[in-house]
């Protein structure tokens, strides 16, 4: 019985151990294992728990207050007959599903009854008798429309879909021969980013549109798997190029010369930094760039809330955002390779490295 027991807790150990990590994280952890141990230094691993600095605020805190405005539907009966796109509006509004309606649908609802108002002040503007009615819908008609960029937000901020597409994912980008996309999310953020600067002026979009912009953001996987790869290139980054800036890497060529240990190194350059990362590199730069174009542009929407705007600012702002401590260690990092090869000789152009397949 106690052998059937300890042969079940080997088997569950050792296939929790054969569970294997994403193939750019195996990539990063054998680069710094191979630097780390060309040059005697020590590093830390990824902790996927620092991932929670990039959780968005609570929902709670990213909406915005909006007054609830009801328009008697007795009044519209009596007085406005004529205007029967609008009471269809307001019934519809006033339904029982039209007040739990998800701030989504309740944007494009929104933009329809200003319109209906509009065209209603329109069809009454030449009847003396309903001068106090039509004051009514045309002070109706602003407050509502003064509240678009609001309910914008409250739209953005209420969907799981926008929340989705934000998350961070468990594992990054994948490594790929072919080259990633995420067109379809970033063409709907770019188009969610024109509804809300176009607001109050131009009305929002029915809500197939709006729908079709949020599903978008739905289906992707890349800009959640973007934001992990941002953060443990980031730290893979910052540890060898701590490394290579260590005492023990500038004397690696103490007369200026190539080196065994020097060759070891500039072996771990080729075959696996330019080899392995830099195409890796190249691949998130390229995904990154319209991701953080499109989500800083986002942030620049009037009326945004704070902690949505300190959110976006965290990940894609101008100063110490994710994008940013990025591409700083994406410059330290070549930095730090051209000093440590330069000093032995290696460094492209120089005669070690010309003559490295001999040396070899």
Same mark, same amino acid.
Request: net charge negative; hydrophobic share 40%; with cysteine.
């Given at each position: ?6 042969l079940?807790?080997t088997c569950?150990?050792?296939? @929790?151990?054969c ?10 952890d054998?680069?710094?294992?191979r630097?780390g ?5 020590s590093?830390?691993?990824?902790? @996927?728990?620092?991932l ?6 609570s929902?709670r805190d ?14 519209l009966l009596?007085?406005?007959?004529r205007?029967?796109t609008l009471?269809?509006?307001v019934?519809?509004?006033? @339904?029982s ?7 989504s649908?309740?944007l494009?609802a ?10 209603c002040v ?7 008798s ?8 045309q002070n ?6 003064d509240?678009l960029?609001?309910v ?6 209420? !969907?799981?879909?926008f929340e989705?597409?934000l ?6 980008? $994948?490594?790929s021969s ?9 063409d709907?953020?770019?188009q969610?980013?024109?509804i809300?600067?176009a ?6 979009p029915p809500?197939?549109?709006l729908?079709s912009?949020?599903?978008a953001?739905q289906?992707s996987?890349?800009?959640s798997?973007?934001?992990?790869s941002l ?7 910052e540890q060898v190029?701590?490394?290579?800036? !260590?005492?023990r890497a500038?004397?690696?060529c103490p ?8 060759q070891i ?6 075959t696996?930094y330019?080899?392995?990362i830099? $195409?890796?590199l190249?691949q998130?730069q ?6 953080q ?8 929407v009037?009326?945004i ?5 300190h ?9 110490d @955002?994710?994008?940013?401590?990025y ?8 930095t ?5 090869l ?8 120089? $005669?070690?490295?010309?003559?490295r397949?001999?040396?070899?």
């Amino acid at each position: 019985m106690m052998r059937c027991l300890l042969l079940t807790i080997t088997c569950c150990l050792i296939l @929790s151990g054969c569970e294997r990590a994403p193939e750019a994280s195996q990539q990063m952890d054998n680069y710094l294992e191979r630097v780390g141990r060309v040059l005697d230094a020590s590093w830390t691993r990824f902790d @996927s728990q620092s991932l929670s600095q990039y959780r968005l605020p609570s929902r709670r805190d990213r909406l915005l207050p909006v007054a609830e405005q009801r328009i008697g539907m007795l009044e519209l009966l009596v007085e406005s007959r004529r205007c029967q796109t609008l009471q269809q509006s307001v019934s519809q509004r006033n @339904s029982s599903l039209g007040k739990v309606m998800p701030w989504s649908h309740r944007l494009a609802a929104d933009g329809e009854l200003i319109q209906a108002l509009d065209e209603c002040v329109e069809v009454l503007h030449d009847d003396p008798s309903r001068e106090a009615l039509l004051a009514d819908l045309q002070n109706i008609a602003a407050t509502k429309r003064d509240e678009l960029p609001a309910v914008f937000w409250n739209a953005l901020n209420a !969907s799981s879909e926008f929340e989705y597409y934000l998350r961070f994912a468990a594992g990054p980008l $994948p490594v790929s021969s072919t080259a990633l996309t995420d067109q379809a999310a970033l063409d709907a953020l770019q188009q969610l980013t024109a509804i809300g600067q176009a607001l109050p002026s131009v009305l929002p979009p029915p809500r197939t549109e709006l729908q079709s912009h949020f599903q978008a953001l739905q289906r992707s996987q890349r800009g959640s798997e973007l934001i992990h790869s941002l953060a443990r290139l980031t730290h893979m980054l910052e540890q060898v190029t701590a490394m290579l800036g !260590s005492e023990r890497a500038q004397k690696l060529c103490p007369l200026g010369k190539p080196t065994q240990r020097s060759q070891i190194l500039l072996n771990v350059f080729v075959t696996f930094y330019a080899g392995e990362i830099q $195409p890796y590199l190249a691949q998130v730069q390229r995904l990154g760039q319209p991701w953080q174009q499109s989500l800083g542009e986002l942030a620049q929407v009037q009326a945004i809330p704070a902690e949505t705007e300190h959110y976006l600012r965290a990940l894609v702002g101008a100063e110490d @955002s994710l994008w940013e401590r990025y591409q700083h260690q994406l410059t330290a990092h070549s930095t730090a390779w051209q000093d440590v090869l330069g000093q032995c000789q290696l460094r492209p152009g120089q $005669p070690g490295w010309n003559n490295r397949d001999t040396d070899a």
